[in-house]
């Protein structure tokens, strides 16, 4: 299930932009075929994919964050970037 690398950095992908649904005001990630509305906790882990902080800090900032269990939230960061890697909305540098 987990095939991600946590020293990896990720990044939207080219033409990939996280924005608010000028309607609704709920967060949605835009790509070029569409957008995909997002939960609160996908949407607080793309917001802190910038190419520059690891897999491994962004569950130890969500973990503090959400006050929750190291291991919960690595399971549910690396499921949610590993399917969003899958649909190539993400990608990752090291």
């Excluded at 291991?71 to 990752?92: G, H, N, P, T």
């Amino acid at each position: 299930m987990i095939s991600v690398d946590e020293q990896s950095c990720p990044m939207l992908a080219r033409g990939v932009r996280l924005r608010n649904d000028p309607f609704t005001n709920n967060p949605v990630l835009l790509f070029p075929e569409g957008f995909l509305q997002l939960n609160d906790i996908t949407y607080d882990i793309l917001r802190r994919c910038s190419g520059k902080a690891t897999i491994a800090s962004i569950m130890v900032s969500l973990a503090e964050e959400y006050e929750t269990d190291r291991d919960v939230m690595r399971s549910d960061v690396c499921e949610c970037l590993d399917q969003l890697r899958q649909q190539m909305l993400i990608a990752m540098s090291k």
